[in-house]
């Protein structure tokens, strides 16, 4: 598989008068080409500062303090602003929750379609027309030329994340970040926009990066999964692996808290307990005031994320290797 993007160890801090939060800390995953690369996780986890990271759009007070970010053969946080931008219009685009935020209200769709088109393809205005409303119909807007004389209010949700795919497509980027994409929308609509993002994932051959807090939109369309606790990366499994063997207890816990994926509703279980802010992270493993798991080694030291012989790798304790730590935790060290 060839590499798309490749992410090593990113750590992206916040700087507030009291603390400073690793809301990013030591973050590894690489993306490949024309596959979907889900980082999920409760809200808090880091996964948006992550994909805010990649595109160099963290805003101070927050900084990526470590790690590379390479693309192409460049790091992107080295390179200038000027280089930067290019990038994040030709080759890398993003899309987000809420596409009317994204949007300019006062502005007709096919205007702000044909500005992309015009300052990042160079094409002519007519070109430009011609292009946009050929992308709306590849987004499946039915009437693609009356949507393209129409104001963002005078859409749906669902429509308006359809233009916002449109624009993000557009200008045929290497990689889509997608975060949160069918989060505001409801369930119908939702699994049309995911069958949509996978037929254009396909059709152009773009890597997309989901970001999303849904396993059940996790299973519909990722092929790797990174599951992110606390700032860190927990789990990295392909999908397949994830939903049929989860290791880590919070991605187990993640599972049985997703009402998508099981018929009987009832046996659901949320996970007990909150997301820790990074800056006050516990002691040990960050996971194990949660944990239903816990041993003694737990509390004090931190796991490392190990390979597990296939290509998957866990954070947690009861895949070390050192097992006579373990032992030791269970039996004598409590
Ligand atoms: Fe649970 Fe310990 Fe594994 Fe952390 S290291 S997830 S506390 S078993
Ligand atoms: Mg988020």
Redesign the pocket.
């Known amino acids: 598989m060839t590499k798309m993007l490749e992410v090593v160890n990113l750590k992206t801090h916040f700087y507030t008068d009291k603390e400073i939060i690793p809301s990013v800390d030591g973050v590894s995953f690489t993306i490949d080409k024309g596959q979907t690369t889900a980082i999920v996780g409760e809200s808090g986890c880091g996964k948006s500062v992550t994909s805010y990271s990649i595109m160099r759009l963290v805003d101070s007070p927050g900084k990526i303090v470590d790690g590379e970010v390479i693309f192409e053969g460049k790091d992107l946080t080295k390179i200038s602003e000027k280089e930067m931008r290019s990038i994040r219009g030709n080759d890398i685009s993003m899309i987000f929750q809420e596409p009317l935020s994204s949007l300019n209200p006062v502005v007709k769709i096919g205007k702000q379609l044909n500005e992309t088109l015009i300052l990042h393809q160079k094409l002519t205005k007519k070109m430009a027309k011609q292009r946009s409303i050929e992308m709306l119909n590849k987004v499946g807007l039915p009437r693609a030329d009356k949507i393209y004389e129409s104001y963002p209010h005078e859409l749906s949700g669902g429509m308006r994340q359809r233009v916002m795919i449109a624009m993000a497509l557009a200008c045929s980027p290497k990689l889509l970040i997608a975060d949160e994409p069918t989060t505001a929308l409801d369930v119908t609509i939702q699994a049309q926009i995911l069958k949509l993002m996978k037929g254009l994932r396909d059709d152009f051959d773009t890597s997309i990066l989901l970001i999303t807090h849904d396993l059940g939109v996790v299973a519909e369309i990722a092929d790797k999964v990174i599951v992110m606790y606390s700032g860190q990366v927990v789990e990295e499994a392909d999908v397949f692996s994830l939903f049929a063997n989860p290791r ?3 991605t187990k816990g993640l599972l049985n808290s997703t009402p998508h994926l099981d018929d009987e509703k009832d046996d659901l279980e949320p996970i007990k307990g909150n997301v820790p802010s990074p800056a006050n992270r516990p002691t040990g ?1 960050s ?2 005031p949660r ?1 239903p ?3 003694a080694i ?1 509390r004090q030291e931190s ?1 490392n994320l190990t390979s597990l012989g296939d290509s998957n790798k866990v954070r ?3 895949y070390e290797e050192n097992q006579e730590e373990l032992f030791y935790a269970e039996n004598i060290g409590r």
């Open positions: 880590h207890p919070y493993c996971f194990h944990c798991y816990v041993k737990c796991p947690c304790w009861l």
